[in-house]
């Protein structure tokens, strides 16, 4: 699983084994970080054989990271993403949100709203070999997910860091 986490707020990328990625990332974010999520999943793709991207569904960077694995699927027709949410849908919903793409893992429907984006997450974790981020400082979310995914023995790539695979 490959996480791409910040560290301002919460976010996460996630690979699951042979290829699946969940995407969170603060609002507000300019294209450069498109670019480098756009590079760091081609990488993934052509380098190490991910084939299946999951993205969560909170924020501007999960809409930013969701197009840049639409306009890959097209590049590389091979791949597969789907949003994975964490909670069911209300009908309130369906009217801002095409859940034609997305999964909803088995369990979550008995977590408390409070803890759901968390159970989520560490589910995606729990299924992971890579976890990439974007981390600038050593509170936080992201950096928390970071740390326990280090603990687990993934391989943690920080882009704030310059990684190399």
């Known amino acids: 699983m490959l996480v791409l986490c910040y560290n301002c707020d919460i976010s996460h990328i996630w690979?699951?084994?042979?290829?699946?990625?969940?995407?969170?990332?603060?609002?507000?974010?300019?294209?450069?970080?498109?670019?480098?999520?756009?590079?760091?999943?081609?990488?993934?793709?052509?380098?190490?054989?991910?084939d299946r991207f999951f993205v969560g569904r909170q924020g501007a960077f999960d809409a930013m990271a969701h197009s840049v694995l639409q306009e890959l699927a097209e590049v590389h027709p091979h791949i597969?993403?789907?949003?994975?949410?964490?909670?069911?849908?209300?009908?309130?919903?369906?009217?801002?949100?095409?859940?034609?793409?997305?999964?909803?893992?088995?369990?979550?429907?008995?977590?408390?709203?409070r803890f759901a984006i968390s159970r989520r997450n560490e589910w995606m974790l729990k299924q992971s070999d890579f976890v990439v981020t974007y981390i600038t400082h050593n509170w936080g979310g992201a950096a928390q997910y970071a740390e326990k995914a280090q603990r687990q023995d993934k391989r943690v790539l920080?882009?704030?860091?310059?990684?190399?695979?």
Do not use: M
């Open 15 to 50: 690979r699951i084994r042979y290829g699946c990625v969940h995407i969170l990332w603060p609002p507000g974010l300019s294209g450069v970080y498109q670019t480098d999520t756009t590079a760091v999943v081609v990488e993934l793709i052509e380098q190490h054989g991910v």
């Open 80 to 113: 597969s993403y789907a949003v994975v949410l964490e909670r069911l849908p209300e009908p309130r919903d369906k009217a801002v949100w095409d859940f034609s793409d997305t999964i909803f893992p088995e369990g979550l429907e008995a977590v408390p709203s």
């Open 158 to 165: 920080n882009l704030a860091e310059n990684f190399k695979f």
